[in-house]
C-alpha cells in the first residue's frame, strides 16, 4: 500500500474518532475494497484497523482526564460500554489505569517549584534500568505513560548492547530525578548526539548535568566517540548557556539552530 494511502486512512480515523468507525467507511475513503484495504493496512502498520482505532481513542482520551468528566463518561465518549471495559484498555495502552492517570496529570499541572537538600551522599549517578519506569514517569519523561517510557528505556538498553546508546539517570535518596543520554548511529560513528537530557525542576542547579555527563564519558572511554554534538535554538540563550558551562563550544549556527560540540 503507498504510503500516502495509509497517511489518507489515519487522517479519516482521527477526523472521525468519536463517532461508529466501520472498517467499510474506512476503506472507501482510500478508494480500496474493504478486504484490500484491511490486509494492506496491517501489512504497512502491523495493526489490524480496528485495533489502530482501539489504540488511539485511548491515546486521545487522554486529554479529556482533565476537563471534570468522570472516567465513565470520558469512555462512553470513546465508543466503550462499560467502566472496566476502557479500564482495561486503557491500561493494555498506557501501562496505567485512568484514575492514576489522571492523578498524574493534576500532580504536574498544578505542580509548584520545590527546595531539595541533599549532599553527594545522597547521589548516585548509573546506566538506566527497566525499573526505573514508575520514577522516570513521576520526575523525568512525565508527558509520556509508563508504556512510552518502557519502549524508550528498553530501546536505549538495546543500544547500549549494540554500542550506539549510552543512557545514565541520577538517582538522590533512592529516586531518579534526571537522565541523560548519548546516542550514535552506528557503532562505528565517531560522533555521539547528545539527547533525553532532562532533570526535574527541584534538582536543577545542583550539579546532576555535570556528574551524569562525566558518567556517560567514561561509558564510552573504550569506543571511539571522539565528539559529543548538540542542537539547540538560537533564540533559547538559557539552553545555550547551560550547554558551555557544561564544556560545549558553539561551532556555528544554521537557520534556527546552534551547533555545538565538545571533543572528549
Not at 520526575?139 to 528505556?153: A, L, M
Not at 532532562?198 to 573504550?222: C, N, S, T
Not at 548557556?241 to 571533543?263: C, D, P, R, W
Request: charged fraction near 30%; include cysteine.
Amino acid at each position: 500500500m503507498e504510503i500516502e494511502i495509509v497517511s489518507k486512512a489515519k487522517s479519516y480515523i482521527m477526523q472521525n474518532l468519536n463517532t461508529h468507525l466501520t472498517l467499510d467507511d474506512i476503506a472507501k475513503s482510500c478508494g480500496y475494497s474493504t478486504y484490500h484495504f484491511s490486509r494492506e493496512f496491517h501489512k504497512a502498520t502491523g495493526s489490524s484497523v480496528m485495533e489502530y482505532i482501539r489504540k488511539e481513542r485511548i491515546m486521545d482520551s487522554r486529554k479529556k482526564m482533565l476537563f471534570g468528566k468522570s472516567i465513565y463518561e470520558v469512555a462512553l465518549n470513546y465508543g466503550f460500554d462499560t467502566h472496566t471495559a476502557f479500564t482495561n484498555a486503557f491500561y493494555r495502552y498506557t501501562g496505567c489505569n485512568p484514575s492514576e492517570y489522571r492523578k498524574h496529570e493534576e500532580k504536574h499541572t498544578n505542580y509548584r517549584k520545590g527546595e531539595v537538600i541533599m549532599n553527594d551522599s545522597s547521589i548516585v549517578i548509573r546506566m538506566i534500568e527497566i525499573t526505573d519506569v514508575n520514577d522516570m514517569w513521576e520526575n523525568v519523561f512525565s508527558r509520556n505513560t509508563p508504556d512510552e517510557i518502557k519502549e524508550r528505556i528498553q530501546r536505549d538498553l538495546d543500544g547500549y548492547d549494540d554500542k550506539t546508546n549510552f543512557h545514565v539517570v541520577a538517582e538522590v535518596n533512592g529516586v531518579v530525578v534526571g537522565t541523560l543520554g548519548l546516542q550514535r548511529f552506528n557503532k562505528y560513528s565517531r560522533y555521539a548526539n547528545l539527547c533525553d537530557f532532562v532533570i526535574h525542576p527541584d534538582y536543577q542547579g545542583k550539579g546532576l548535568a555535570r556528574k551524569m555527563l562525566g558518567k556517560v564519558k567514561e561509558m564510552i572511554k573504550d569506543t571511539n566517540i571522539e565528539t559529543l554534538q548538540l542542537q539547540t535554538y538560537v533564540d533559547n540563550e538559557e539552553e545555550k548557556n547551560k550547554y558551555i558551562t557544561l564544556g560545549f563550544s558553539e561551532v556555528f549556527k544554521s537557520g534556527t539552530l546552534n551547533y555545538f560540540m565538545m571533543a572528549i
